[in-house]
């Protein structure tokens, strides 16, 4: 079973951020968070992962919480493209299964 | 780089037919795994692979079988095709276990 907990959709306004939670209370202290996203029916791609410091590239922010049991995938300025399933995974280095939930489904609004 | 590889795009089979969905990445990416989404669903890991000659199940592996006698492939088989396999079919791979994983495109397939 998926260790983490993400609201079926949301919305958000086009060129605001977009700030999409996980909630991963059982998370434990060698997993890391990883966050994918589909858009309509493409294979997922990989947005950003961290393990308890905020993580920044070119596509995102991740901020996870201290006690990190939640996290937020925020993209800063949303356009209509970053329309897309948003997947957050938890997992340990170590573990060989990559395991999906059902993501949140992000409308960007014109 | 054509990252991974998936064939066929799309397929239709009847109820009973075997066929194998291939997966080649030329990454020399030691990692590989398949997973299937139906229509509104995530995707459920079907098999997985950390390297050649190793393979292991995953959430959902009955009736499928999978090999890994190359480090680029990694085919999917359908034994005996059922209508509840009708689903979209990823393949991905990583460098690493640990490394983000690349997706391919899919493979769409209905089973009548």
């Known amino acids: 079973d998926a260790k983490t907990t993400q609201p079926p959709s949301m919305d958000c306004a086009e060129g605001r951020a977009a700030n999409l939670p996980c909630n991963h209370s059982?998370?434990?202290?060698?997993?890391?968070v990883y966050w994918y996203r589909q858009i309509h029916s493409q294979g997922p791609q990989y947005i950003i992962h961290g393990l308890k410091n905020n993580e920044t590239n070119e596509m995102a922010s991740l901020i996870i919480t201290e006690d990190r049991k939640s996290s937020t995938l925020i993209l800063p300025h949303a356009t209509l493209r970053d329309t897309a399933v948003y997947y957050c995974?938890?997992?340990?280095?170590?573990?060989?299964?990559?395991?999906f939930g059902k993501g949140t489904r992000l409308h960007i609004l014109p | 780089n054509a990252g991974v590889t998936q064939t066929p795009k799309f397929q239709v089979l009847k109820t009973g037919q075997s066929m194998t969905l291939q997966c080649a990445q030329d990454?020399?990416?030691?990692?590989m795994s398949w997973y299937r989404q139906d229509p509104g669903m995530g995707l459920r890991l079907i098999h997985y692979?950390?390297?050649?000659?190793?393979?292991d199940q995953g959430e959902v592996p009955n009736g499928y079988n999978v090999s890994r006698s190359t480090t680029e492939d990694f085919p999917l088989r359908l034994l005996s095709a059922a209508p509840s396999q009708t689903s979209v079919y990823f393949c991905?791979?990583?460098?690493?276990?640990?490394?983000?994983?690349?997706f391919g495109d899919g493979t769409r397939l209905s089973i009548l």
């Open positions: 990454m020399n990416h030691e990692y």
């Open positions: 995974i938890v997992r340990a280095n170590r573990d060989d299964k990559i395991i």
């Open positions: 991905a791979s990583s460098y690493r276990v640990r490394q983000p994983q690349h």
């Open positions: 692979s950390v390297g050649a000659g190793i393979t």
């Open positions: 059982t998370i434990s202290g060698n997993e890391y």
